[in-house]
């Protein structure tokens, strides 16, 4: 890719990209997760009884 800057430069890149990637999968995951649990607490009513079946 770079030839006078040698490897350095290209891990560095590697890195942040992965690092990118990661931090963006991880924002999405984390936005979902919220949402669900959000989902979840409108859905539970508190005068209904949790059978065994769904734990």
């Known amino acids: 890719m770079f030839s006078h800057e040698g490897t350095a430069l290209e ?12 931090l963006i999968a ?9 949402r669900a ?3 979840v607490k409108k859905q539970h009513s508190p005068d209904k009884q949790p059978s065994p079946q769904n734990h």
């Not at 890195?15 to 990661?22: A, H, M, P, S």
């Not at 991880?26 to 919220?34: A, D, G, K, P, S």
């Open 37 to 39: 649990r959000k989902r």
């Open 26 to 34: 991880w924002f999405f995951h984390h936005q979902y997760e919220l």
């Open 11 to 22: 891990l560095l890149i590697l890195v942040f990209g992965v690092t990118g990637v990661l």
